[in-house]
């Protein structure tokens, strides 16, 4: 069905959210790559599906292997569906990582991680705009995106949690031990090989109230290194006067207190 483009500041949008096929399809490809707890549903296969029908993600958790081979898709592959499918309802994953692939707008993974620490999943649809809105880093239009886009997605979440996912809760600000925490609300970025899970360390990091980036700049507080290091970090580091800390001295001065 052909639908109007409209000028959406400096870009032209399709705002047929409902029926444009190539939005519909863009969607559910947008949530299981966020999820990335699965393999199988890239574009081909999405595509496919549809062709027959399916028209969101819910649609998709509710197949069994007869369905899809049904469909057309052979019996090993069908098999491998769905146990994909399994396999990313039983592995953990982040509450802000689920929530940030359902495509909200000005809901990326950082804002959803952001909003979760301020409140949890289970209350994040009953809040106003104003109670997004005082949430620091969201402006009172971004407030109101969110809050639209909570809304639209509400049944679709209802529905996928329903059917079981294993969320890993973020903490929040309430539960962080930032008073008696040096990083507390200090931007530390990891870099190079540790003997922990990096992924372990930066959720560690984030109990006691601190901000974790990517990249070294002129607001970052600390870089903690690991071994082999790339010599990139480290002349940010330098240039910006950011402070090194090894992983031993990190785990040091995190537990001194």
């Known amino acids: 069905m052909e639908h109007k483009l409209s000028w959406d500041s400096d870009f032209l949008m399709c705002f047929n959210h409902e029926k444009c096929p190539e939005q519909i399809t863009g969607k559910i490809i947008y949530f299981f790559r966020i999820l990335a707890n699965n393999d199988g549903f890239g574009q081909a296969t999405i595509q496919k599906l549809y062709a027959e029908g399916i028209r969101q993600v819910s649609d998709i958790y509710l197949l069994n292997e007869a369905k899809l081979m049904s469909m057309g898709f052979g019996e090993k592959t069908s098999h491998n569906l769905i146990n994909q499918l399994i396999r990313s309802r039983k592995e953990s994953i982040e509450d802000w990582r689920f929530l940030a692939a359902f495509g909200v707008q000005r809901l990326g993974m950082g804002n959803c991680e952001n909003l979760l620490r301020n409140y ?78 990096r992924a372990e360390l930066q959720k560690q990091a984030k109990a006691f109230g601190a901000n974790v980036g990517k990249s070294v700049s002129s607001k970052t507080d600390f870089l903690i290194i690991g071994e082999n290091v790339g010599q990139s970090k480290i002349k940010d580091a330098k240039t910006h006067q950011v402070e090194i800390l090894t992983e031993a001295e990190y785990l040091k001065l995190l537990n001194s207190n």
């Open 120 to 197: 949890s999943v289970e209350k994040i649809f009953d809040l106003s705009v104003e109670d997004i809105s005082n949430i620091d880093g969201f402006a009172e239009i971004t407030a109101e995106l969110i809050f639209d886009g909570l809304t639209l997605i509400k049944p679709q979440y209802e529905v996928l949690i329903s059917g079981g996912f294993e969320l890993e809760q973020t903490l929040l600000k309430t539960e962080i031990n930032q008073s008696i925490s040096p990083f507390n609300s200090k931007k530390i970025v990891f870099t190079g090989t540790m003997s922990e899970s």
